[in-house]
């Protein structure tokens, strides 16, 4: 199968979206974190992507990032 990754929320209500391969995206599972809960994502053969909406700390093999929405 796929790579995971690790999705730990900084802050509450982050929103994370997985999206489904093949000719026409489409959303298939969704999930809502509050801050400090983390989440391990797999990428399968129905899983192409997953956005983060929200601030959180992401863990790849390559690496850890920051998703940030910024500030108004």
């Not at 298939?28 to 959180?56: C, M, N, P, W």
Request: avoid cysteine.
């Amino acid at each position: 199968m796929g790579d995971y990754v690790v999705i730990k929320a900084l802050e509450n209500g982050v929103n994370i979206i997985g999206l489904t391969r093949g000719r026409d995206t489409k959303f298939h599972h969704t999930e809502k974190l509050d801050r400090g809960e983390v989440y391990i994502a797999q990428f399968t053969e129905i899983t192409s992507a997953i956005k983060i909406k929200g601030r959180a700390e992401v863990y790849t093999k390559l690496g850890k990032l920051l998703s940030d929405m910024g500030e108004n």
